[in-house]
Nanobody, 122 residues
Framework: QVQLAESGGGLVQPGGSLTISCAAS????????MGWYRRAPGSNRELVAS???????NYADSVKGRFTISRDNAKNTVYLQMNSLNLEDTADYYC????????????????WGQGTQVTVSS
């Protein structure tokens, strides 16, 4: 019903920048909140950033001032611009989207992407 396609991951040097994106497609009425989680090897999943349909944002303390989340509602796409990357940012990044499947059903369906790998290494 809702598919999320992530792109933009890769290898970057410490101090570098990278932007990852996630586009929602499928059969749904609207997309609400979108965001990114990450999971580093041997670590728990961590909420990195989220953004509401109205543009309100929230960030993990570990990325404040370095990462910026944005979205294009016309394209149902969320972006995560990552600056000043460090070794601790190495992880698989997963996007999510809270979709409203039908106009007559206000309930939210949470879709998840497959993940995109970000590796910070010299």
């Amino acid at each position: 019903q809702v598919q999320l396609a992530e792109s933009g991951g890769g290898l970057v040097q410490p101090g570098g920048s990278l932007t990852i994106s996630c586009a929602a497609s499928g059969n749904f009425f609207s997309i609400g909140a979108m965001g990114w989680y990450r999971r580093a090897p041997g670590s728990n999943r961590e909420l990195v950033a989220s953004i509401t349909s109205g543009g309100g944002t929230n960030y993990a303390d570990s990325v404040k001032g370095r990462f910026t989340i944005s979205r294009d509602n016309a394209k149902n796409t969320v972006y995560l611009q990552m600056n000043s990357l460090n070794l601790e940012d190495t992880a698989d990044y997963y996007c999510y989207a809270a979709a409203r499947l039908r106009a007559t059903n206000p309930g939210a369906y949470t879709a998840w992407g497959q993940g995109t790998q970000v590796t910070v290494s010299s």
